[in-house]
């Protein structure tokens, strides 16, 4: 059982920058692939960033590719997502997610096992 929490959100101005961290407990999270996803109101959870295990390959949603960056600090067993640019559509509560040790398609919640219970990031106009 692996047990997820985010911090770092919260309400910034358009243009600025917020950096979430996602830190596992109950067991290593270092063997097992990672995503971030977002859900905003009234909308379905989507995918943003997934990072494999080792950490030398990334990728992101169109929607937040080069302004987004996933890491991972293994020793601390925790994920990171450093968020820059923010935009309002950015405004969602976001999750972390461990991926299933054998996925398909990692942009698909259905490929993941354990969620956090999400941190509130809203960006004003």
């Known amino acids: 059982q692996v047990q997820l929490v985010e911090s770092g959100g919260g309400l910034v101005q358009a243009g600025g920058s917020l950096r979430l961290s996602c830190a596992a407990s109950g067991r290593s999270v270092s063997t097992v692939a990672m995503g971030w996803f977002r859900q905003a109101p009234g909308k379905e959870r989507e995918f943003v960033a997934f990072?494999?295990?080792?950490?030398?390959?990334?990728d992101y949603a169109d929607s937040v590719k080069g302004r987004f960056t996933i890491a991972r600090d293994n020793a601390k067993n925790t994920v990171y997502l450093q968020m820059n640019s923010l935009k309002p559509e950015d405004t969602a509560i976001y999750y972390c997610?461990?991926?299933?040790?054998?996925?398909?398609?990692?942009?698909?919640?259905?490929?993941?096992?354990?969620w956090g219970q999400g941190t509130q990031v809203t960006v004003s106009s």
């Open positions: 990072i494999r295990r080792s950490g030398g390959n990334t």
């Open positions: 997610a461990v991926a299933k040790i054998v996925y398909r398609d990692y942009h698909s919640v259905d490929e993941y096992d354990y």
